[in-house]
């Protein structure tokens, strides 16, 4: 069973940068694609971006592509998202995810973390 701890929300102004860090533990780090959704009011949870377990491969919606950057630090199971010149339309709940499998679809992922919200003001 493995366990994420998502933090780094808050509350910027557009333009602005935010770094969420997702903590792993109970599992073996390197065996999990993670991966970073995020669900606005009202609407369904979106992929923003995941990374498998070497960093090799990655991939972004386009969204948040040349704004966002995934990475992860095997040594300390941790995966961060840095986000940069953010728009109110990026103002959701952040969820980090891990899954064996997983890439850009919900059910490709096994674990979710309680979620960190991200708020954006024009």
């Known amino acids: 069973q493995v366990q994420l701890v998502e933090s780094g929300g808050g509350l910027v102004q557009a333009g602005g940068s935010l770094r969420l860090s997702c903590a792993a533990s109970g599992g073996t780090f390197t065996r999990y694609v993670m991966g970073w959704f995020r669900q606005a009011p009202g609407k369904e949870r979106e992929f923003v971006a995941s990374i498998n377990w070497s960093g090799g491969r990655i991939d972004y919606a386009g969204s948040v592509k040349g704004r966002f950057t995934i990475s992860r630090d095997n040594a300390k199971n941790t995966v961060c998202l840095q986000m940069t010149s953010l728009k109110p339309e990026d103002t959701a709940v952040y969820y980090c995810?891990?899954?064996?499998?997983?890439?850009?679809?919900?059910?490709?992922?096994?674990?979710w973390g309680q979620g960190t919200q991200v708020t954006v003001s024009s």
């Open positions: 995810a891990a899954g064996t499998t997983g890439s850009w679809y919900l059910t490709q992922y096994d674990y």
